[in-house]
Structures are given as C-alpha cells and as structure tokens.
C-alpha cells in the first residue's frame, strides 16, 4: 500500500505504469466481450470470456492435458539448450575474431529473418516425425538471435578486462567464463530471451505441422474440431507459461554478482 498525505491507497494506483497496464487488459478484455456478443463475427468465432474461461477451467482440470504441456516444455527446453549453447560458442568466436566475424556474421544477418518453417520437411527427413524435428526447429529458430546478441557483445567488452586476463595467462575457458560472460551479461540475456520466443514459437508450429503430442497439436486439433473456446484456453497458457519463462531469464540475469554495482 502506497500512502499519501495520511491516506493510503493502492500500490497499483500510485504507480501510472502498473495502472496503464492494468487499464489497457481491462479495456481489451470489453472489446473482447463486445464482439462476442455483438454478432458481428460468425458465431464462436470470438467466444464469450465466460465460454473461454470455463474452457481453460476444465482444460486445467484435465490430467492428460500436463502430459502434452510435459512434452511440448521438453522439446522447447532441449532446443533452447542445444541452440543457446552453439549459438553462445559461435557468437564468441566471431566476436572474439574480426576475420571470422567480417566473414561469416553476415550470413547470420540474412538467414535470421528466414522463415525457419521452410526447413521443417527437412527436419522430418534428418529427425524423423517424433520430437526430434519439433528441436531441430526450436534450435535452428534460437540459435540465431543469441548468436548474433552474443557477437555483438564481445565487441562492447571493455578491452582492459581483455588484457587483464591475458596477463594472468587465463585459459580459454578462464576468459569466457571469467571475463566474457560476466562483461556482456545484458546483450547474452536478451539473446536468450529473444531465442526462447522463437523456439516457442518454432516447436508449437511444427507441432501444429505433423505431430500427435504436445500443446502446439492441442490447438490446432481444436481449431479442426472447431472448439474455439478451448483453443483461446491454450493459447492463454501459452502466453502466461512464455511470459514466466521470460521473466524468469531476465531474473536470472539480474541476479548474477557483475548485475550489481
């Protein structure tokens, strides 16, 4: 609670930021439900709040559901570790290495932006139609913005911090993790927070391309079954699992000794 003049008030009202926030979900959450019931849309197209959250109640509810959000959270885990640490190894060496980075970081620059669904029937063909082909897809989505975040950071180290390692003859393991990672926290995270969005997004539409498990085949099964109040549910859960992901990589990063000053 905030208190002001002798009066107390909500912490959420003394801060216009939260407050925003707040009034912007509020307002989307009516126009939502305006639609829904003004008739303007096909019908169940954009169902009632009630319909969705009474769908997302007894999808909660659902034990077999845990087992698709298990396999779908495991793909994207393997993906974001095999991706973040070949995208990690080589943004240090093209940042570590003007040749290297002048030869090669520019095919990063036009493959990243690359639609990475256009390689999934290659996938399927090197992994196979099991959980293989959906990592592939999150590793080959994430590997490029925590390498390019990566390559970019070793350019702002401070080269003092370099030379200072040198001078006490640190192995190469010693510079990375001693000097390196510490030194360029902030561009790593933001990597990886940009590498989890795209391996979310990467493994749920090869789930949703050729799969029989996982989140990403729940929605589009719902979609073909036309059960559109269940499938905004899984969508919600998509959202709010990718938002504490997010957030809890930024604490991460925040929580490391260099973050301190």
């Not at 561009?187 to 997004?201: C, E, F, H, M, Q």
Request: glycine share 12%.
């Amino acid at each position: 609670m905030a208190q002001t003049g002798g009066l107390t008030r909500p912490a959420f009202a003394a801060n216009p930021v939260m407050l925003l926030r707040v009034a912007l979900i509020a307002a989307a959450l009516a126009i939502w439900q305006a639609v829904s019931v003004s008739g303007l849309l096909f019908r169940d197209v954009v169902p009632s709040l009630g319909a969705i959250a009474g769908a997302l109640v007894r999808l909660l509810l659902d034990s077999g559901f845990y087992g698709h959000l298990a396999a779908t959270g495991l793909e994207i885990a393997s993906a974001l570790v095999i991706g973040g640490l070949a995208g990690l190894a080589v943004g240090l060496a093209l940042g570590a290495n003007r040749l290297l980075g002048k030869a090669f970081e520019p095919y990063l620059y036009y493959l990243g932006p690359t639609p990475k669904i256009i390689f999934f029937p290659v996938m399927i063909m090197w992994f196979g139609v099991g959980p293989g082909s959906k990592v592939a897809m999150g590793v080959i989505s994430c590997f490029f913005p925590i390498a390019l975040s990566t390559a970019a950071g070793m350019r702002q180290i401070d080269r003092v911090l370099i030379r200072v390692g040198r001078s006490f003859r640190a192995r190469t393991w010693q510079m990375v993790s001693k000097i390196y990672l510490p030194a360029m926290r902030v561009p790593v995270v933001n990597g990886v927070r940009l590498g989890l969005g795209v391996a979310v997004i990467g493994t749920l539409l090869a789930e949703t391309k050729l799969s029989n498990r996982g989140v990403g085949f729940l929605v589009i099964n719902s979609y073909s079954t036309f059960d559109m109040p269940r499938m905004y549910a899984l969508l919600i859960v998509v959202f709010v699992i990718a938002i504490g992901a997010n957030a809890l990589v930024s604490r991460l990063g925040a929580g490391t000794p260099h973050a301190k000053s």
